[in-house]
C-alpha cells in the first residue's frame, strides 16, 4: 500500500500539468474592477502581467508626514507632495536633557532638496534621512540602540531554540 501511494505521488509531482495558465485580461479599463475577463495563455508563458497606465497623468508623489512625534507609530499619515517634492525626508531630533537616556521626536515631510545630515549642537543631536521613492519613509530614522536591540533578540531566540530542541 505504500509503495503504491508513492509511485501516484511520484507519478503526480513529475508529470506537467495539463492546465493552461489563465490571467485576467483587459484594455483601458478604468480600474482593476473592470477587469473580469479572463485569457488561456499560450504553453510557453509562465506568469501573468499587469500594466498600468496613467495616459498622461503623473503618479502623484507620495511621503509619510508628521511633525514632532515621540513614536514612529504616529507618523503613518499619507501626503500628496507638491510638483517640485523629490524627496521623503525624515527628522530625527534629540530632545532629552539626560544623556543616558535620549529622547528622540520624529517629523517627516515631502521637500524638493535633500540636506541628509547627522549633527550634534550643545547636547542636542539631529539626524536627518532622504529617500526618492513613493512612501520609500516609513521607517523612523536609523538608531543603534534597535539595531543592537534586534540583534540580542535574534541570538536570545537562537539560544533558546537550541536548548529547547536539543532535547
Known amino acids: 500500500m505504500k509503495a503504491s ?25 478604468p480600474s482593476n474592477i473592470h477587469c473580469f475577463s479572463t485569457t488561456t495563455c499560450a504553453d510557453h508563458e509562465k506568469y501573468c502581467l ?6 498622461g497623468l503623473v503618479y502623484p508623489f507620495m511621503c509619510y508626514v508628521c511633525q514632532q512625534q515621540e513614536s514612529n507609530k504616529d507618523c503613518l499619515t499619507i501626503s500628496m507632495c507638491a ?24 517629523s517627516k515631510m515631502c521637500s524638493p532638496t535633500c540636506n541628509a545630515t547627522s549633527q550634534q549642537q550643545n547636547q542636542a543631536h539631529r539626524n536627518v534621512s532622504c529617500c526618492e521613492k513613493p512612501l520609500c ?31
Open 83 to 106: 510638483k517640485e517634492d523629490k524627496y521623503c525626508v525624515t527628522v530625527r531630533d534629540n530632545v532629552g536633557t539626560n544623556p543616558d537616556k535620549p529622547k528622540y521626536v520624529i
Open 5 to 29: 501511494l508513492l509511485v501516484v505521488l511520484v507519478i503526480a509531482l513529475c508529470t506537467e500539468s495539463a492546465f493552461s495558465l489563465r490571467c485576467f485580461s483587459c484594455k483601458d479599463a
Open 137 to 167: 519613509n516609513v521607517n523612523g530614522g536609523s538608531s543603534k540602540q534597535g539595531s543592537y536591540g534586534a540583534m540580542f533578540l535574534g541570538v536570545l531566540a537562537s539560544i533558546t531554540y537550541i536548548f529547547a530542541c536539543g532535547r
Open 50 to 55: 499587469t500594466t498600468y497606465s496613467t495616459k
